[in-house]
């Protein structure tokens, strides 16, 4: 399953502390999702900056989710160099907006 749209506004927490996914609107199911470089590497390059977003000014963290997530589903390598592209568009335009410079180490650089 490939979605572009991860997002902490797409989940809820049951009372039980379990995260459940809502809204797969954009989700797309597909075999092979390293056919599909660009929407995969769309996908990991939200989902790292949502998480950098929301645990900042910590840049650590992120760096470690990245990797974690690396090694768990072994994304091919144009879909990481699609997230990094993915990623440092957003930074950028987050500093434009807000002048916060959120600088990101990942692991695949």
Known sequence: ??????GLVNMVVQ???R?????????????????FTGMY???????????AFAVQP???RPTRFAARL?????PPQRA????????????????????IDTRLNLPWD
Request: hydrophobic share 40%; glycine share 10%.
């Open 1 to 6: 399953m490939i979605d572009v749209d991860h």
């Open 15 to 17: 009372p039980s502390g």
């Open 19 to 35: 995260p459940v996914r809502l809204d797969f609107e954009l989700a797309r199911q597909v075999g092979w999702p390293q056919l």
């Open 41 to 51: 590497g769309q996908m990991l390059g939200h989902l790292i900056l949502l998480h």
């Open 58 to 60: 910590d840049t650590d």
């Open 70 to 74: 690396c090694e768990r589903l072994h």
């Open 80 to 99: 990481l160099a699609q997230a990094g592209i993915y990623i440092r568009k957003w930074v950028k335009v987050q500093f434009e907006t807000t002048g």
